[in-house]
C-alpha cells in the first residue's frame, strides 16, 4: 500500500516537473521563437565565425566568407544588410570605426565618424539666453552630421578586400528589393517611432504605415535599393555626388538642415594609429579618438590591475566598488579631455601614462565611495536616450578579425530619411557637447575638447576591440550602448580574464555603470543582490536600476582554435560560423 502511494506521488511530482521545465523553456525561448528568421546566440565553429544584431546580415557575411571573402569583405557585407534589416542602427547615412587584426599580427583601425557641417558652430543649439533648445541636436534636420559610412567602408575595401565590391554590396541591394520580414523587436522600435517619422519627413518614408506594424511583416525597401546600387556602380561618388549627393542636400534644404555638396564631397575616412596597451598578458587593442572607447577601456584596466578582482568574486561588494570607483574617474577625463583629436590637443600619452593612472586611484578608499564632486579631471599642461549603435564581429579562416562599431546615434537617428533615396540620416550632433556642463542624451558632460566646429568630428564612447592573449588573437568584442559601451566591454573582459567565465556567461551576466555624473551606480534589473546593494549603498553609492545597459557581440578563440561567437541574450543576436 505504502509503496503503492510512493509510486503515485513520484509518478504525479515527475508530471509536474516534466510540465514545468517544459513552461520554463518555452517563455525562455519565445521571443527568438516570435522572430521569422531562426536566431543562435551562441555558436561554436571551426574556420570562420560572424556576430551581428540580425541574422539575415549575419548570414551574408557567412556568405561572403564561404565565397573566399576575408574578414573586411564580410564586414562590410554584414554593414550594408544591416542598413537595410536593421533601418534602427545599420546605416549608410551615419558613421563608425573598425579595428583590424590581420593574421600577421598588423594592427589598423578606421576613423569614417561623422562631422559637423561647415556652417555649424559652437552655439547653434542654444537660444539668445545662451541656453540648450531642446531636441534641436536630437531629432530633424539639424541633428545631422555628414556622414561617413559610405566612404569608410569603401576605404576599409581598397585596403584590405579581396572580393569584388559589387559582389560584397550585391546581398544588401537584394534584401532592399525583395524586402525582409520584420522582427519583434523591430516592430516594436517602428511603431514607437510613428510620430517622430510623420512629423520629421516632408515625403512619407517606407517605415510609415497607417496600421500597425506587425512580426513577419514584409518591409520592402525600393529608393534604399536604388542608392545601394548607385553606391555599387560609382563608388564613393555614387553616395557623395550626383544623385544621391543633389538628394540629401535637397532634403537638407527642405528642412533647414545644414549639409551642403562641398561638405559631402570633402568627407574622408582617416586610418589612425589604434590605441594599443596591456592588461597582465593581455593586449588591448581598441578605437583612439574621435572615440573615447579605447583610451577609456585602458585606463579602466589599467587603473583596477593592481586590485584582487578575482579574488573579490565576480559582483561582489569590492570588485563592484573598485571597478566603479575607476569608472568615475576615467569618465571625469573623458568629460574634460577627449574630443577630436584633429581639432583638439587630446592629451592621450598623459592619459595612459603609468604614473598618472597610479596616483589616479591614490584618493581611493575601500570602504567609502568617493563623490563625483570632489573627483575633477586629471590636469596636465595641455595646449543617456535610448541608445542604438551597433556592432559586428568578424573573423576569417586565416585568421583576420574585425571587431566593428558603427551608428545613427538614437533610434532611426534624426528621424529624416532622405527623400527618394531610402536611407535615415543620423542625429550625431548630439554627441558634441552644445554647451559645457550640460548633459547630451546619454547623460554626458563635455567641455572645450568636444566643442562643435565646422568639419570637426565629435566625441564618441564605440569601443570596437580585439584583445590578444599570449600574443595569440583571443577576443573580439563591442556593443551599442552610447555612454555604457566602454563600462560593458571593460565588465565583459573582465569577466573572462578575472572570473572565469566562459564567453556566454560574460556577455549574458549583468551589467553595472558609472560615468562620473550623474553620481549613481546604474545596474541592470534583477542584476544586483539585495545585500550588495546595500552593503554599497551603506559605502555611500546611489543606485538607479536600468532595463539594460549595452548590447554586446564578441567571438572568442578557444584554446583548441574553434571560435565562439555570442551575441546578446538581452537581444536579436545572431551568432554564426562554418
Ligand atoms: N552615438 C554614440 C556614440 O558614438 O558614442
Known amino acids: 500500500m505504502l509503496n503503492k502511494n510512493i509510486f503515485i506521488f513520484l509518478k504525479n511530482s515527475l508530471f509536474y516537473i516534466l510540465f514545468f521545465l517544459f513552461l520554463f523553456l518555452f517563455s525562455c525561448q519565445s521571443s527568438i521563437k516570435e522572430h521569422p528568421y531562426p536566431v543562435t546566440q551562441n555558436a561554436t565553429t571551426s574556420n570562420a565565425m560572424a556576430v551581428s544584431a540580425h541574422p539575415l546580415a549575419t548570414r551574408v557575411g557567412l556568405s561572403i566568407l564561404k565565397k573566399g571573402g576575408n574578414a573586411i569583405d564580410a564586414t562590410i557585407a554584414i554593414q550594408f544588410a544591416l542598413a537595410v534589416v536593421y533601418p534602427r542602427a545599420g546605416n549608410i547615412g551615419g558613421g563608425g570605426f573598425m579595428v583590424v587584426r590581420t593574421n600577421k599580427g598588423e594592427y589598423a583601425s578606421l576613423d569614417y565618424r561623422e562631422k559637423a557641417p561647415k556652417l555649424g558652430s559652437r552655439d547653434m543649439y542654444l537660444n539668445t539666453d545662451k541656453n540648450v533648445i531642446p531636441n534641436l541636436s536630437r531629432i530633424g534636420h539639424l541633428a545631422v552630421g555628414v556622414p561617413g559610412t559610405v566612404d569608410g567602408l569603401i576605404n576599409a575595401h581598397t585596403k584590405y578586400g579581396q572580393l569584388a565590391f559589387a559582389e560584397v554590396i550585391q546581398p544588401a541591394i537584394d534584401l532592399a528589393k525583395n524586402g525582409y520580414q520584420l522582427s519583434p523587436k523591430e516592430v516594436n522600435r517602428l511603431n514607437k517611432t510613428q510620430e517622430a517619422f510623420r512629423e520629421h519627413n516632408t515625403t512619407m518614408p517606407v517605415f510609415v504605415r497607417e496600421a500597425s506594424w506587425k512580426v513577419g511583416d514584409l518591409l520592402v525597401q525600393k529608393d534604399l535599393a536604388q542608392t545601394l546600387t548607385l553606391i555599387r556602380d560609382n563608388g564613393r561618388a555614387g553616395f557623395y555626388e550626383g544623385i544621391t549627393a543633389d538628394k540629401i542636400v535637397a532634403e537638407m534644404k527642405a528642412g533647414k538642415g545644414l549639409i551642403s555638396h562641398e561638405d559631402l564631397l570633402e568627407y ?112 596636465f599642461e595641455v595646449a543617456m536616450e535610448s541608445f542604438e549603435t551597433t556592432h559586428t564581429c568578424v573573423v576569417d579562416k586565416a585568421g583576420n578579425a574585425v571587431s566593428l562599431t558603427t551608428t545613427l546615434n538614437g533610434n532611426y537617428g534624426s528621424k529624416v530619411v532622405v527623400s527618394n533615396a531610402g536611407f535615415l540620416l543620423n542625429n550625431e550632433m548630439d554627441d558634441f557637447s552644445a554647451k559645457p556642463g550640460v548633459p547630451n542624451m546619454y547623460g554626458l558632460v563635455g567641455n572645450e575638447a568636444n566643442a562643435i566646429e565646422p568639419g570637426k568630428r565629435m566625441l564618441s564612447s564605440m569601443t570596437p576591440t580585439i584583445i590578444e592573449k599570449d600574443g595569440q588573437l583571443h577576443l573580439i568584442l563591442g556593443a551599442p550602448g552610447g555612454s555604457t559601451i566602454i563600462t560593458a566591454v571593460f565588465q565583459v573582459f573582465l569577466n573572462v580574464a578575472e572570473f572565469n567565465m566562459s564567453l556566454e556567461e560574460a556577455v549574458w551576466a549583468s551589467r553595472f555603470h558609472h560615468q562620473w555624473l550623474p553620481d549613481q551606480i546604474m545596474y541592470e534589473k534583477d542584476g544586483l543582490d539585495n545585500a550588495v546593494k546595500k552593503a554599497l549603498e551603506d559605502k555611500g553609492h546611489t543606485l538607479n536600476e536600468r532595463a539594460y545597459l549595452a548590447l554586446i557581440k564578441a567571438i572568442q578563440v578557444l584554446p583548441n582554435g574553434d571560435l565562439q561567437g555570442v551575441g546578446d541574450n538581452r537581444s536579436e543576436d545572431h551568432a554564426e560560423g562554418y
Open 268 to 379: 574622408q575616412s582617416k586610418w589612425r594609429t589604434p590605441i594599443i596597451g596591456d592588461y597582465k598578458n593581455y593586449k588591448v587593442i581598441s578605437m583612439p579618438p574621435p572615440s573615447s572607447g579605447g583610451i577609456a577601456l585602458l585606463q579602466l584596466l589599467k587603473l583596477v590591475e593592481p586590485f584582487p578582482l578575482s579574488t573579490d568574486g565576480f559582483h561582489s561588494v569590492d570588485a563592484i566598488h573598485t571597478m566603479v570607483e575607476a569608472e568615475r574617474r576615467v569618465y571625469a577625463d573623458r568629460a574634460k579631455h577627449l574630443g577630436d583629436i584633429d581639432f583638439y590637443p587630446v592629451p592621450q600619452d598623459s592619459l595612459l601614462e603609468a604614473a598618472y593612472l597610479l596616483d589616479r586611484m591614490s584618493d581611493f578608499s575601500k570602504d567609502k565611495a568617493t563623490t563625483s564632486e570632489s573627483i575633477a579631471a586629471g590636469a
